[in-house]
């Protein structure tokens, strides 16, 4: 019975999100106060660890949340000001036929866009419909084409989150995820031509298939070799590549916009800098701040190393490029 009583705050989590189709922030107040009385009640744990394991749930997700709010704040300021748009309709002129576009677009800056802590849906999936595709196809392959990477997106947000849960550390934990999402991502590109409504083995097809493997095999290898956070973003830009050398070149005459990459630049040099040297590593490892809500559970926030710090540098830099008016 105890068994029971202990599972059913997954339960009911799971309850309200699928069925009650609450949101996440809607989830977790209710979650949290039903725990709380559990383990009171029938558990008997101390109030004062119950409030004391809360903050220290707060401390240890605060690098997480510092990516995640970078990332969505610096989406938001790229779009509106319409900077995203730019490269984007810059990368698509690049090549010709539109199933070269739908590669590159989906698989290539779908990945590259996430890797690098970008919503990609709202401005992939104009510029997929501005291929050719049907409005409910361009929506589906701006989510479909990064799919397959999304554990190793975001900088490594999600397999941060894993590390966290299990205990593994996250040099140990690349290898098996990057593998697993290599299957995912060819996976996934394989069913491009069932969105687009073509034949499944049709050249074209076949196509996305080896640039879903290009996409995967670049992200395995930059995991295991260079670092995590620099994984979806490398196979995104790996994917790009393949299509440019192995597609006609398009005619469209834009000027590459400097301006626009500059965040981009910035954010992926910082990252690739921490983690290609280990000598700067190590010194950077240095500065770091320590927490400890829970005695027995130090947190350690390294801004020069983790990722959220060089996302928020790309955000200033963009609202001083590009002020909203």
């Given at each position: 019975?105890?068994?029971l009583?202990?599972?059913?705050?997954?339960?009911?989590?799971?309850?309200?999100a699928?069925?009650?189709?609450?949101?996440?922030l809607?989830?977790?107040l209710?979650?949290?106060?039903?725990?709380?009385?559990?383990?009171?009640?029938?558990f008997?744990?101390?109030?004062?660890?119950?409030?004391?394991?809360?903050?220290?749930?707060?401390?240890?997700?605060l690098?997480?949340?510092?990516?995640?709010?970078?990332?969505?704040?610096?989406?938001?300021?790229?779009?509106d000001?319409?900077?995203l748009?730019?490269?984007?309709?810059?990368?698509s002129?690049?090549?010709?036929?539109?199933?070269?576009?739908?590669?590159?677009?989906?698989?290539?800056?779908?990945?590259?866009?996430?890797?690098?802590?970008?919503?990609?849906?709202?401005?992939?999936?104009?510029?997929?419909?501005?291929?050719?595709?049907?409005?409910?196809?361009?929506?589906?392959?701006?989510?479909?084409?990064?799919?397959?990477?999304?554990?190793?997106?975001?900088?490594?947000?999600?397999?941060?989150?894993?590390?966290?849960?299990?205990?593994?550390?996250?040099?140990?934990?690349a290898?098996?995820?990057?593998?697993?999402?290599?299957v995912?991502?060819?996976?996934?590109?394989?069913?491009?031509p069932?969105?687009?409504?073509?034949g499944f083995?049709?050249?074209?097809?076949?196509?996305?298939v080896?640039?879903?493997?290009?996409?995967?095999a670049?992200?395995?290898?930059t995991a295991?070799?260079?670092?995590?956070?620099l994984?979806?973003?490398?196979?995104?830009?790996?994917?790009?590549?393949?299509?440019?050398?192995?597609?006609?070149r398009?005619d469209?005459?834009?000027?590459?916009?400097?301006?626009?990459?500059?965040?981009f630049?910035?954010?992926?040099?910082?990252?690739?800098?921490?983690?290609l040297?280990?000598?700067?590593?190590?010194?950077l490892?240095?500065?770091s701040?320590?927490?400890a809500?829970?005695?027995t559970?130090?947190?350690?926030l390294?801004?020069?190393?983790?990722?959220?710090?060089?996302?928020?540098?790309?955000?200033?830099?963009?609202?001083?490029?590009?002020?909203?008016?």
């Amino acid at each position: 019975m105890r068994f029971l009583l202990a599972c059913s705050p997954i339960l009911l989590v799971f309850g309200l999100a699928f069925f009650g189709r609450r949101s996440a922030l809607a989830i977790a107040l209710p979650g949290l106060l039903y725990t709380s009385f559990l383990c009171v009640a029938v558990f008997e744990t101390p109030v004062r660890v119950i409030i004391l394991s809360a903050f220290d749930g707060v401390v240890t997700t605060l690098p997480l949340l510092l990516a995640v709010y970078a990332g969505m704040l610096l989406s938001s300021v790229l779009s509106d000001t319409g900077s995203l748009g730019r490269v984007m309709t810059w990368l698509s002129g690049r090549v010709r036929a539109s199933g070269s576009q739908v590669g590159l677009l989906s698989i290539g800056a779908g990945n590259f866009l996430e890797g690098v802590g970008v919503i990609a849906e709202p401005v992939l999936a104009p510029m997929l419909k501005a291929t050719g595709l049907s409005p409910s196809a361009s929506a589906t392959l701006s989510i479909q084409g990064y799919a397959g990477l999304m554990t190793l997106a975001f900088a490594g947000v999600i397999v941060r989150v894993l590390s966290l849960v299990t205990g593994i550390g996250m040099d140990a934990l690349a290898d098996p995820v990057a593998g697993i999402s290599l299957v995912a991502a060819v996976l996934l590109a394989a069913a491009i031509p069932l969105v687009t409504g073509e034949g499944f083995m049709t050249r074209r097809g076949m196509g996305f298939v080896l640039l879903g493997f290009v996409s995967g095999a670049a992200a395995w290898g930059t995991a295991r070799t260079v670092g995590m956070s620099l994984a979806a973003m490398c196979g995104g830009l790996a994917a790009m590549f393949a299509v440019w050398i192995s597609s006609e070149r398009g005619d469209r005459g834009e000027r590459m916009p400097f301006r626009d990459l500059f965040p981009f630049c910035v954010l992926v040099a910082g990252l690739a800098v921490v983690n290609l040297f280990p000598a700067v590593r190590f010194l950077l490892d240095r500065i770091s701040f320590t927490f400890a809500v829970v005695p027995t559970h130090p947190v350690v926030l390294r801004p020069l190393t983790d990722p959220y710090t060089y996302l928020w540098c790309a955000l200033v830099l963009s609202l001083v490029l590009f002020p909203r008016t």
